[in-house]
């Protein structure tokens, strides 16, 4: 039976598919490079996700950690495989059959609660079964119970990584530098790195936060709760610019396909949305350098001598579209909608009233942005 926490997860995550166009990029098969792993990111820390049915490996971005996850029934086959990149809600979700069995991980890196979470979830009872570990920099060790610690001790200042292996119903077993969860049917990891104490009372704070004040709090609660939290930040974010250039259908073909299929050409609009909302979701969600600016938004709109250009250079393949909060200098944004080529309607925002001056198929025209 499905649990009612469980359901109103399911029908949240439904109801959002339904009302925004596809912003997923999806594959059929793990990443087999660092290049080619979903990064997930709360600004803070960010791991890449391989989404390997064999053995997982989560890697911190920064190279100080990698959390693995080692399938007991690995060297079994696999059907039915996915793996998946929600922009919009910043979820790395990987699926496949095994044993009978559907097999779910999710992985989010939550600005509202500073911690990476992995779900982890098997279709049958007792199907789900793994070994955690973290390793990279510093000393592997275990902690408190259900507890895995990597720790520099020569300096006590650095940050610590802390991961807490958590089933929903069975216990976990210590082993070795490990943590080993069996015959289970739905289990989290809550993964924080921060100096401490701030890593120490991370599961605490987080347990206390949606799960209430019990000593052993409702890991079903904690879930949905931290999972709701996630969303509403992360899409607060990306909710801020938007793109839709319609070509939905195209969804339905695994995304390195259709950037092989599209090269070169601008022939796959919602490709282009795609691609544009991933760099969004990167250069707001990792740390380092942002990634290279695609040219997406230029050709929407540019700003040249003080005057904003609207559709300057219009492909002709996108020919219906919508556009909300494109930047441009001066820290205005603009909104645009076009049918047939043709401009229907457009707002330019600024953070205090001003005039500014657009161009719109060749007529300049000035206007308040407000």
Avoid at 88 to 95: H, Q, S
Avoid at 159 to 177: C, K
Avoid at 263 to 286: K, V
Wanted: hydrophobic share 40%; net charge negative; aromatic share 4%.
């Amino acid at each position: 039976m499905v649990s009612p926490v469980r359901l109103l997860v399911f029908l949240s995550l439904a109801a959002t598919a339904a009302a925004a166009p596809p912003m997923e990029l999806w594959f059929q098969a793990p990443a087999r490079e660092a290049k080619d792993a979903l990064p997930v990111g709360n600004g803070k820390t960010a791991v890449l996700v391989s989404g390997d049915p064999k053995v997982e490996r989560l890697v911190s971005s920064a190279g100080d950690f990698t959390l693995r996850i080692d399938w007991l029934d690995g060297d079994r086959p696999t059907t039915d495989y996915r793996r998946s990149l929600d922009l919009r809600d910043g979820l790395a979700v990987t699926t496949w059959k095994r044993g009978g069995s559907l097999i779910t991980t999710t992985v989010l890196a939550s600005r509202a609660d500073d911690v990476v979470l992995v779900h982890l979830l098997a279709g049958m009872p007792g199907a789900l079964g793994f070994r955690a570990t973290l390793e990279g920099k510093g000393i592997a060790s275990i902690g408190d119970r259900a507890e895995l610690l990597l720790k520099d001790p020569s300096t006590p200042s650095a940050p610590v990584t802390r991961a807490w292996v958590l089933p929903f119903e069975s216990e976990v077993e210590p082993d070795g530098n490990s943590m080993v969860i069996r015959g289970e049917g739905e289990a989290m990891i809550v993964l924080a790195r921060a100096p401490e104490p701030a890593a120490g009372e991370a599961w605490k704070r987080l347990a206390t936060r949606y799960g209430g004040p019990d000593e052993h709090p409702d890991l079903s609660k904690v879930w949905a709760g931290a999972l709701a939290a996630h969303q509403v930040k992360h899409r607060s974010l990306m909710d801020r610019c938007t793109l839709d250039l319609g070509g939905h259908e195209a969804a339905a073909k695994p995304t390195d396909e259709r950037v092989k299929a599209a090269a070169g050409t601008r022939s796959d609009q919602d490709l282009a949305a795609l691609l544009f909302h991933d760099y969004l979701y990167r250069a707001q969600t990792l740390q380092g350098d942002p990634p290279a600016r695609p040219d997406t938004a230029d050709l929407l709109v540019s700003s040249r001598n003080d005057v904003i250009h609207l559709l300057p250079a219009l492909p002709a393949a996108w020919k219906t579209g919508t556009a909300k909060g494109l930047p441009v200098a001066g820290g205005l944004t603009v909104d645009l909608e076009w049918q047939d080529g043709t401009l229907v309607r457009r707002a330019v925002h600024a953070p205090a009233p001003l005039k500014v001056r657009v161009n719109e198929g060749g007529r300049e025209s000035e206007i308040l942005a407000e």
